[in-house]
């Protein structure tokens, strides 16, 4: 079976691009019952950053759209245009040449034409945020242009959706925000990897991972620390993550933290080694698609604490059982928590005990195998 993914690039220690690489892996390794390929935009040149296999080829059609991140906005609607007219025409061709059995998008930019290439494979569309905060779109915006456009933006996406032969996302809360549609269904984000050991839970060693953007609450996380440290002697809480960290070192310099109970780290390739390190994952965010981050630290065993945001938290953790879930956005209440939970050694360990096991439901094995059906429910003559 012939499994083609389009997504802009795979250079970048982001969520999507580690989620993608697992699933392609995975079917990689099926011995040979799958071809995949992965098309790309962007990062022409560029390594991935996470380990993909040989058996994956990448086929990187050079669009450039980055490019755009650096024009005003006037300038940015006729390089788009040009860019996009040249997006449609090269995927295009090369679908038409590989004739996949499946493509799959992952809700970029090829979500405006997708369905019109006549490469005779059946098109599944993946989304890795919720609906509400889908491309930063909300109904509770003051702007009623912005309200309008949202509104215009979203009836012209659901029409695409509409004609996609399934559209995946990750929660079941997700699946019932989107009642226009009648070809959804639900699979979780893999876990990319099964650690062969746990964390100790003996280091005083607080993690978080993620982004440095508004959507992850670093700056929540920084102004719940400078509550907690008080009463953490010790302990050190340490980010990692892609983006700009100079308005959080900022943040903490304003909150007076002590340089000695935190760091703000850069991405790393071997976060695994990080969260050994650790005794405690936190996860601020203001909303998540699913929260891929916060299983991987419970797979290695460590006790989590996580804002109850929409979507994913409170569909992975079992409160109180495999880990804490706190009122979105409450500051006061997180502090409280991690001080809770990182001064009490009984009920850390039970949570991390908890946390692994669970963790294992989101194995790429079992999300594999989920997604094998899928495929094979769709085209079957492939099989």
């Known amino acids: 079976m012939k499994i083609v993914y ?19 892996n995975y079917l990689a390794s099926q011995g040979d019952k799958y071809d995949v390929t992965i098309i790309l935009t962007d990062g022409y040149g560029k390594e991935p950053f996470y380990h993909l296999s040989d058996k994956v080829r990448l086929v990187n059609l050079n669009i450039g759209f980055e490019e755009l991140w650096e024009l005003s906005f006037f300038r940015k609607i006729p390089v788009y ?3 996009q007219r040249l997006f449609k025409r090269r995927l295009t061709e090369e679908l038409m040449r590989l004739k996949p059995d499946i493509t799959v998008s992952t ?9 019109d290439i006549p490469d005779g494979s059946k098109k599944i569309g993946e989304i890795h ?49 989107w009642q226009e549609l009648d070809n959804v269904c639900v699979i979780p984000n893999p876990l990319p990897f099964v650690p062969a050991e746990k964390s100790a839970l003996t280091e005083k060693r607080v993690i978080a991972v993620g982004r440095y953007s508004h959507e992850k609450g670093i700056d929540l996380l920084l102004r719940a620390w400078s509550i907690a440290s008080k009463e953490l002697p010790g302990w050190r809480l340490c980010t990692y993550g892609t983006g700009n960290r100079e308005p959080y070192l900022q ?10 109970q935190y760091e703000l780290c850069s991405a790393v390739e071997n976060i695994g080694q990080e969260y050994l390190n650790s005794s405690l994952f936190v996860l601020s965010s203001r909303f998540e698609g699913f929260g891929m981050a916060l299983v991987e630290a419970m797979s290695y065993g460590l006790a989590a604490v996580a804002f109850n945001c929409p979507t994913g938290p409170k569909h992975i953790i079992s409160n109180g ?9 409450n500051i006061q209440e997180l502090a409280n928590t991690l001080v809770r939970v990182a001064g009490n050694s009984g009920l850390m360990t039970s949570l991390g005990h908890e946390a692994a096991q669970t963790a294992q439901r989101f194995a ?16 079957p003559h492939s099989v």
């Open 107 to 115: 809700l970029r930019r090829e979500i405006n034409f997708i369905t």
């Open 364 to 379: 790429i094995g079992e999300i594999g195998r989920r997604w094998e059906e899928l495929f094979h429910q769709l085209a």
């Open 251 to 260: 943040l903490a310099r304003e909150l007076h933290l002590d340089e000695s």
């Open 81 to 83: 245009l040009k860019k």
């Open 321 to 329: 059982k495999d880990g804490i879930l706190v009122e979105n956005g």
């Open 129 to 177: 945020i919720n609906r509400q905060n889908y491309r930063n779109f909300s109904d509770g915006s003051t702007s009623p242009v912005k309200r309008l456009f949202a509104k215009w933006w979203m009836w012209r996406l659901t029409k695409k959706l509409k004609r996609l032969d399934k559209f995946v996302v990750l929660t079941e809360e997700d699946m019932h925000s």
């Open 6 to 24: 389009c997504t802009p690039s795979l250079y970048i220690a982001g969520g999507i691009e580690r989620v993608l690489t697992s699933k392609a």
